[in-house]
């Protein structure tokens, strides 16, 4: 469509509507059904001058074939997704819709030319929109796909457009279409316009600018328009890796929080009590089948689901710790290896009790609060759940910390840590602190079970993943610190995502073994030293 033709369609838009005030979204909307593709056409652009908040959704799923019709009640329905069914939803009231069988219902169709001409109408509907979010992802799903057609529109948005973000996005269409103009001037315009963005297709238009020929000339028919490319594309090209350095830097830092999560449960057994626990990764499952079982059990309350998780699963793993404390480990305080070999006889226990639950390698339905993701630039992304997940580890770690330091149980604890003996004769039950701290150990185990269940699938084996990186960062950090925890689990996080673009994922946690090993034999007690019952013996 050329530009008269976009104008004429604009103004048609806005002197129709004086002529059919009477009509309503209700009117028009059957007229989509019947007649020609000629009337069907003549009810899109009748229905693109009503002022409803319904029109640009019907016309969405209009183009996108989403948009039903009942044939038993001729209801209009949108599908969110052509495969689900059960996301039926009134075209008009925005019901959900029951649906038996796609038989039932039937597809409103169109042709290519009514696809035409929806998009410039959907183009000045989401362009005008009062809703900044739909300006701005309208204006960003033109850039992916430039079309010179819809120019003038684009423009007019970009010069009545007041958010910077959205005009920035409109700015980049406009260059991405002027780029393809014969005329030198505009192209160079819009090449220094394409040299502020790091988007992927700005970056793919650059590379295709600055292509040689074999004998070293520019592809490009203007050498001007070319050498510029070149020179921009070379900045861009350092924006992008600098940008994908700090997501390096934020998933190394997300990382680091979930070894955070696995490890300070076994900072407290193993640091602090001396007990090798082989099962800890088991109490991390046991926390992650705990939220399995509250999304199952309470499954009108998704949203709500991890935080009612949270301190079931710490309940369940911390109770399931304090039986193993007092049946098992107890009997075995100062014999190390018997200790080890116990806990991986219970941990094998524990994985064949949850595989007769019948529910192996489940999926936690992630909340809608927890998903989707932040997108900075085309070049840096980062996901909810993992900045999410990053914040409540630092949650945990300082709530763990008062209770280490403000209160009496964690002040009985670091007494019975330091000197058994005297704490006893001081009146503190040395064996009921011991249950304690091995249940709040495998508690807060729990907890990092019910934060993993967002990234990855709970299973059997779920916790065995987390148990080798849960030691290294205990005796990385030095043992019994949470303080050192929190810096080994930091430090192990950040370098394996860093060594993972240059030696792979497999290599590099291999490179930061043989360090922590060469680390370890310059300073056995970690990074931050400890006095504890098992350095005292």
């Known amino acids: 469509m050329n530009l008269l033709a976009n104008l004429t369609l604009i103004l048609g838009v806005l002197l129709g509507a004086n002529s059919i005030q009477a009509k309503t979204f209700e009117d028009v909307l059957p007229s989509l059904n019947q007649g020609s593709y000629g009337d069907k056409a003549e009810a899109i652009e009748l229905m693109a001058t009503i002022d409803d908040e319904r029109v640009l959704p019907t016309f969405l799923a209009l183009l996108d074939a989403r948009l039903f019709f009942k044939k038993d009640s001729s209801t209009f329905v949108i599908l969110k997704d052509v495969k689900d069914l059960s996301s039926a939803k009134n075209a008009i009231t925005g019901e959900v819709v029951a649906v038996d069988s796609k038989r039932a219902i039937k597809k409103v169709r169109i042709n290519n030319k009514l696809r035409r001409t929806l998009r410039p109408l959907l183009a000045v509907l989401q362009l005008s929109s009062d809703d900044v979010k739909t300006r701005l992802s309208s204006a960003q799903d033109l850039a992916k796909k430039p079309d010179p057609s819809l120019r003038s529109i684009i423009d007019q948005a970009y010069k009545t457009e007041e ?13 991405l279409i002027d780029i393809k103009s014969d005329v030198e001037a505009e192209r160079l315009l819009a090449v220094g316009i394409l040299g502020s963005s790091v988007e992927p297709e700005v970056v793919a238009v650059l590379k295709t600018l600055a292509e040689k020929n074999e004998d070293g000339t520019w592809k490009d ?76 059990l309470f499954p009108s309350m998704m949203n709500w689901s991890l935080l009612m998780a949270i301190p079931a699963a710490f309940l369940v793993s911390g109770f399931v710790g304090v039986l193993i404390e007092r049946l098992v480990i107890r009997h075995l305080y100062g014999r190390p290896l018997d200790t080890l070999l116990a806990t991986f006889g219970i941990s094998l226990i524990l994985q064949q009790a949850v595989r007769m639950y019948s529910s192996n390698n489940v999926a936690v339905v992630t909340p809608d609060w927890l998903a989707g993701y932040w997108a900075v630039n085309g070049a ?40 058994r003996a005297m704490a006893t004769s001081m009146g503190i039950r040395s064996g009921w602190v011991d249950a304690m701290t091995f249940g709040l150990g495998s508690g807060i185990a729990g907890i990092a079970g019910v934060a993993l269940s967002q990234i990855t699938n709970v299973g059997p084996n779920l916790g065995q993943g987390y148990i080798i990186d849960s030691f290294m960062v205990v005796v990385f950090g030095g043992v019994g610190n949470l303080l050192g925890t929190f810096f080994g689990a930091m430090s192990l996080g950040l370098a394996n995502k860093l060594l993972e673009p240059y030696a792979g994922a497999v290599v590099g946690k291999i490179i930061v073994l043989v360090f922590i090993i060469l680390f370890i034999q310059w300073r056995p007690r970690g990074l931050f030293a400890l006095k504890g019952r098992f350095v005292e013996d």
Do not use: C, P, W
């Open 380 to 419: 840096m992304s980062l996901t909810y759940n993992r900045i999410y997940i990053l914040v409540f580890a630092l949650i945990v770690l300082a709530m763990l910390a008062v209770v280490l330091k403000r209160t009496m149980m964690g002040l009985q604890m670091r007494a019975v840590t330091q000197n």
């Open 221 to 296: 028919q203007h050498a001007a328009v070319a050498e510029l490319a070149a020179q921009k594309l070379a900045v861009v090209e350092d924006r992008v890796k600098l940008f994908k350095f700090s997501e390096n830097i934020i998933f190394g830092l997300s990382l680091g929080s979930i070894l955070l999560l696995a490890a300070i449960g076994l900072a407290i057994t193993f640091g602090v009590m001396g007990v090798i626990n082989m099962a800890h990764g088991e109490m991390i499952m046991l926390g992650a089948y705990t939220t399995f079982a509250i999304q199952q």
């Open 163 to 175: 958010v910077n973000k959205v005009k920035n996005a409109l700015e980049l269409t406009l260059a």
